[in-house]
């Protein structure tokens, strides 16, 4: 039988829209508090496959909790960078916490059938989608990484004009 809460963890794909977040606000988006939020809101389902609960997502699969658990991540890693002389501003540490946890729980709606469920989107909806949310995810990485290396040129060529 196919496992319908599809293969946990998921947290990888959830790079590859935030690719494209990067690439479109450099400035606010930080890719290390992203990761860090992804891995905190995913701590749940992990946590509770260990110790047999059922569903496997809960509160930090809502909203408010996924904002909640995005918003300590990204200020554990502020105070972390900050050691290491690398400051992430209020605007960054806010957008960041925001789309971390709003991507977050869009596509895992998408994705497994117990957040589906929370959300009431099962009625005559067609039920989630693992793998094709999985290839979205991958295909926006794709765009992602194609955007931030056109970014990354054009930098260099810029650069390269400004010596001349
Ligand atoms: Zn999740």
């Known amino acids: ?4 809460l599809g ?22 988006i930080s890719l290390r508090a992203f990761a860090a939020t992804q891995v905190a809101i995913d701590s749940e389902p992990l946590y509770r496959m260990f110790a047999g609960i059922e569903p496997l997502h809960g509160p930090l699969h809502s ?24 400051v992430l501003g209020w605007k960054a540490i806010a957008d960041t916490t925001v789309f971390g946890a709003l991507s977050h729980v869009i596509l895992d709606m998408w994705s497994h059938v117990d957040v589906a469920r929370a959300y009431d989107l ?6 989630p989608d693992y793998e094709a949310t999985a290839r979205f995810c991958i295909y926006a990485g794709l765009v992602g990484a194609f955007m931030l290396a056109g970014r990354w040129a054009d930098g260099v060529w810029r650069r390269r004009e400004g010596q001349n």
């Open 1 to 4: 039988m196919r496992n319908t």
């Open 7 to 28: 293969p946990v963890p998921f947290t990888p794909y959830h790079f590859g829209p935030a690719l494209v977040a990067k690439a479109i606000f450099p400035r606010t």
């Open 63 to 86: 909203v408010p909790g996924a904002l909640l658990a995005s918003l300590v991540a990204v200020l554990a890693y502020a105070w972390w960078a900050r050691r290491s002389g690398h």
């Open 122 to 127: 099962l009625g005559d909806n067609p039920p």
